[in-house]
């Protein structure tokens, strides 16, 4: 198995599914504004839900939207171990993150108060607004490190020659092609250390 080392200042993260654990925020709305609770995370085994979901699509782009407008409202947290290792790279280093999400400014707001002891100008956000335009912004960024929970994405990023560092997660577990993979946190943090 390869090792990985990670350059902190060379690397970008992706929000949803990796800094927020967005698909916790997805239950949640499903259960207290839908009344639907028979749905667990490990359920999520594609990243498009209605593929997985026995929710019918008109909720689930609800839901989504609501997610995308409201990440206060909606309850959406970090993933365990994202504040403190962002917090400990963004006292050296600039923090960027790239989403596909079409709209900037509440996710923008979420991290800026999630990662309350890193500085604002030290979190920069670009929201590209689709998955396919990842890989263009990233290389203007000069961005050598992609952390992404999108297996599709990841595939595009590592054929641009990134090196995509997959974010396990139930929903990119089917990965034929074996790309790096990190299982949380914790083994971010440690990468990025032993650069
Ligand atoms: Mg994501």
Redesign the pocket.
């Given at each position: 198995m390869k090792t990985l080392k990670i350059n902190p200042a060379e690397t970008g993260f992706?929000?949803?599914?990796?800094v927020a654990d967005t698909m916790a925020s997805f239950i949640n709305i499903a259960k207290q504004d839908y009344g639907i609770h028979n749905i667990v995370k490990e359920q999520i085994t594609s990243y498009w839900l209605e593929e997985c979901l026995p929710i019918p699509d008109e909720i689930i782009e609800k839901i989504i939207a609501r997610i995308l407008t409201d990440p206060f409202g909606t309850g959406l947290k970090p993933n365990p171990g994202a504040v403190e290792t962002l917090t400990a790279v963004g006292q050296e280093h600039t923090l960027v993150f790239v989403t596909a999400r079409p709209v900037r400014e509440p996710i923008c707001r979420w991290l800026e108060q999630t990662l309350s002891e890193v500085q604002p100008e030290r979190i920069n956000v670009i929201a590209t607004g689709e998955h396919s335009a990842k890989v263009s912004v990233l290389k203007k960024l000069g961005i050598k490190y992609f952390v992404?929970?999108?297996l599709a994405t990841c595939l595009e990023i590592h054929k641009a020659g990134i090196n995509a560092i997959v974010f396990d997660q139930p929903w990119n577990r089917n990965d034929p092609d074996s790309l790096w993979r990190v299982k949380g946190w914790k083994e971010l943090g440690a990468l990025m250390k032993a650069a």
């Open positions: 992706d929000i949803d599914g990796v992404e929970d999108h």
